[in-house]
Each structure stands twice: as C-alpha cells, then as structure tokens.
C-alpha cells in the first residue's frame, strides 16, 4: 500500500501471486484444502493462528473462551464464501484503497478428537452429536469472528437451569451435511458495523431462520436502514434504542421499547444503579424474555440481545412479592433468575449477565466492562410480532384480578393444602405463546401422561384460539422447581385491557370457560409448566 | 406398539360445563377494570414512559469501540 502492493494476510498474499502468475482459474477452482488441527496437543489452540486464514488474536481468544473446555478438534475451510461477509465488502469494503480479499475462511469445532478429514466428510451422521458449531473469519482487523452459531448446550451448559433462544442451522462441509441449533452471533468490526448493528443482526437472522415470515437481511442491509438525521451511516455511527426499534420496524416487526423510569442524575456511578428501583420495568422485560423473544438490552454505552436465563431454584435476595394470591405471597418467576443469557459482540456467545457483584457475571471485574450488570439495563427493545397488543403489565395485573377473584381463591387454598405446599410462597411466571404452539405443547403433555391422564390438558387443544396469548402459570415455589404448576390464567393476547378477555383458567382439578366452571374428578392437581419459548430440549436429545 | 391417538381419550368441554356451574367472573372483572380506568384521567405508566423517553432520548450506545 502506498507505493508497495502488500496484502492483508499471508493468504490473501498468495491469492494475489496466483494472479501475477495468471493462475486465476486453477486458484478459484481450486482444492478446498480442508485442515484439520488436534487441539488437544500442547499449543494445538495456536495453531489455528497458523492455520486459519484470516484469524486474529482477538479472535483466537474469544473462541478459546468459549470452546476450550469442550473442542478437541478444529476443521478449517481455508477458502470460504460468506454471504454476509461478501455483502459488507460489496458496498464498504471495496471501496477502501487498501487491498482486501472479498473471501473468509471458516473454522469447525468438534468434541471428539482424532478426527481426520475423511471421517469428517464421509461419516457425518457419526460425528453430527460432536459438532460444536462453527464461526466464519473475516479478512478484518482484530475483530475477525464473522457469522457463527454454536450449540450452548454441548459447550456444558446444564439443560436443567440454562434456557436460551436457538435456531437451527444447516451447515456443510465438502458436501457433508451437519446441524447446529444456536443463536447466530457476528461481531463488530468497529468500522461499517458496530455493537448495534452486530446486536440487530443477531435479532433479525434468529427471525428470519426461526420464522418463515421474515426475510433474510444481510448487514449492509442494516446499515442503509439506519437514519442519517444524526449523522451518516459509516464508519462509526453512535446508535440509540429509537435507531433500533426504526429498524426492526422496516424489518417487519412491531417493536416495544421499555424504559426504565427513575433514570438517576447524570454523573450518578453505574455501580448506584439497582434493578430494584424499577422491579415492575423488569418484570415486563423478563417477561419477553421468557416469551421467546430477543430483547436488545441498552446499557449506558453498549447494547447487547438477551435471548434466556439462567434458572436457581431460590427466591433471589433483593426480590419482594409483587401480588397476593389467597392471601399468600407472589414472587414474579423473575425472582428465580440467577443470570440473564446475553449475546455481546465483545465475548463469546451465551455470556452471563448477572447482578452487580455477582462474580458469574461475565463483566464482573473486567476494567473494560465495569457497567454490564442486569442492574445497569436502562431501555430494552423487543420485537413483536404485530398481533400482540396486550402489554405485560396489563397481562399481570388482569391475571392476578382472576386469580384473586373469590370464587377462584377457595380453590387454590385447597390444592395447596391436598399437595402439602401451603407454606410455599407462590411463583408467578407470565409469558407470550402462539395459540398454535401452545396447543401443540398441551397436546404433548396429554399424550406424555407424565402425571397420568389430565383431560384438563385438552381444552385449550379443542378451542379456537387467538394467534397470541398471555399466560400467567401459578405455583408453590417446590413444585415449581419441578416445573409443574397449579393453576394457569390464559388471556387473548390481541384484546385490550378495557376488552379484558380470559380464554379459559384452571386451577388444580377445576377450570373456567366463558360464563361457566367445572370440577374434572379425572384431572391432575398440577400440570407441567409449558416449555417451547426458549429452545427447551428433551434431555435426552441433548 | 400402539399409536399416539389411542393414548388418550378426547375430553368433551361442553359436556363438563354441563355439569358444572354459572360464573360472573369475566364480567364482574371487567366491570371492575373499566371501573378504575374511568376514574383516572390518563395512564400513569404510559405517563411515565414518556416522561423516561423525554429524559433519555439523546443518550447513544454502539458508538467505537461499545
């Protein structure tokens, strides 16, 4: 550059003899070079430094923080087309002076070791339950991790307490054909993209893999939906959660943007802050989070997506009862939350983010992240479909209403009292489902029989449902932590709070539809809690 | 091995409800909504919201190096 034609990399550098020696075809059409890299011998990681066109120290150390513990095996694709990639170069990239290769490599990770690029290719059904997942590595400065998606919970997260959004995603390598089910993650190059284009990026290519309604957008894309009224769109544009909830409406959903009231003066330290002094703001984020949708998380100087939690089965120390249900307390099932599962384009996927002080928070400590604390959130966007009308707190408030109603409170006295739990504290746990995948899960339940036959699962499977419902779970703190419940308020997520319409509500063996109640002697006391919104597995698939 | 819709037995709603009995549950809630609703002049928690917009708008995150 400047005088002298120098190339980015070593690879690219080849690639730019190939040309001076007129190899263009034979460079192009070349062998795909696959290598393999056994990360368990000594300084295997530094190998990939190596090996792996493109990679970075940056980049070698977030992965390394993320897989150490669970990759044996690297495969790398020296020579990889990333549509996302090939998109920013397009339109940002290319117009730089200093020469740039339009390809990326791309890195697999497999927890079996000794594989060799045969068995990887010709056996894949063998290792398909040893795919870890993969990151493409883009031809940029230090930032180099491009799209990637791995699978948590084969990283050693427990499918017991962790809970986050995933998608599943198609990957092949030499026409061996492998799955990965994870959120997508991007970081930010710090010039055409930066945090909050990494964090939208994330958010709409969960969507679109997840939804068939939404398109798929490239982050160029992004960058042109971004407003130029503060200033134009790269490099370096500062984003606010109003550039956010724009863009995620041009995309094609209805966002929700939740402030946290009481902001505190300016100058006030972040380390003041406290989630507390807004606990209903809180609960109306958790409640999203629970309901299965991304939340982009603003902190003072950063955004990051929270897509799950980390579940304790203790009430946190900070947390009050938020109701009284037949005159016992209620603790929102936030109060059960040890971390929140965030994306941050600065660290691996699936980070913890956690109370101020809690030495799991994946920026506890960090001089460079001293202000990423759940209580530090100052403005969540969610993106809604555009059917869900109903606001959480509206939700919560209706559904404690039924609950308390006295002809309801009788009823869940008794079941506490036949299931030995009337000196739990309650648990109330309020989320979005799609009537269709609520039925779907009911269905499930019945034909599971867990807890033997419960005809009372079948009535929302043979109601015409609203496309979204609200729905607040009840239970004994004991029985939650089995993840059963007592009793369920079901609302129509598309009325309003003066239309104030329940679909049904049940508690133990009785339920109430329209203007109308019953006992079913044949029905169970309590029901498992409905799973789907955050990737929930079968243990024995994982 | 038997197929999943002998496992169960269909549940007839309308037939429970047959048996069971009136509620004015539903109506006496929502008249309790509208109640209050009438009696306030405006929404303290969308208040609120706009007050907290007003308060943050011009705050910016995702900047260089976020």
Known sequence: MYGRVKATTEWAARRQRGREDGQVTSATYGNTDIRVVDLTVPKGWDRLLDRCPYMTRWGLKTLCSGLQAAARTAVIEPHYICRDFRNLFSHFYSKKFLPRDAHCSRVHFF??????ELQVTANSDAWQSDYLGFSVIQPVVD?????????????????REFFCLQATTPVHINGAQYVVRGYPYISQTGEALVCAHAALWGVCRFLSQRFRMYREVLPNDLIQMTATNAGRQVPYRGMSYSDYSEILSEFGCYPAVLRAGGWPPEGTPDDALSWTRVRATYHDIYSYVESGFPVLTSFRDHVATTIGHVIGSAIGKDHKPEELVAARPVYNSFSLIRQLVVVDDNVFPYALLGYKGDPDNYAHGSSSNPRRSIDAIYAAVVPLPEKVFLRPSDARDLA?????YPEVTPFIEEVLKDLGCESDPLIARLFVA????????????????VLGPD???????????????????????????????????????????????????????????????????????????YTHNLGERDVSTV | ????????????????????????ME????????????????DA???????DWNALKDRMVGAEGG
């Open chain 1, 111 to 116: 927890s079996a070791s000794g594989l060799d």
């Open chain 1, 143 to 159: 930032r180099c991790l491009g799209r990637s998606v791995y699978d948590p919970l084969r990283l050693g997260r427990d499918p």
């Open chain 1, 400 to 404: 404690y209403r039924f609950l308390n």
């Open chain 1, 434 to 449: 799609s009537g269709n995948s609520f039925k779907v899960r009911k269905l499930r339940y019945a034909l599971d029989k």
């Open chain 1, 455 to 529: 005809p009372l699962l079948q009535v929302p499977i043979r109601r015409n449902l609203p496309h979204f419902l609200w729905v607040m779970e009840l239970s004994p703190i004991s029985l939650y932590n089995h993840r059963h419940a007592i009793a369920e308020v079901v609302l129509d997520a598309t009325a309003s709070r003066r239309e104030c319409e329940r679909v049904y509500m049940r508690v133990g063996k009785r339920f109430w539809l329209g203007k109308k109640g019953a006992a079913v002697s044949g029905a169970s006391s309590n029901f498992p809690l």
């Open chain 2, 1 to 24: 091995m038997s197929q999943p819709y002998d496992l169960i037995e269909l549940f007839d709603v309308e037939a429970a409800l047959g048996g069971g009995w009136d509620t004015r």
């Open chain 2, 27 to 42: 109506e006496e809630v929502r008249a309790e909504v509208l109640s209050e609703l009438r009696d306030v002049a405006a």
């Open chain 2, 45 to 51: 928690s969308l208040l609120r919201e706009q007050e």
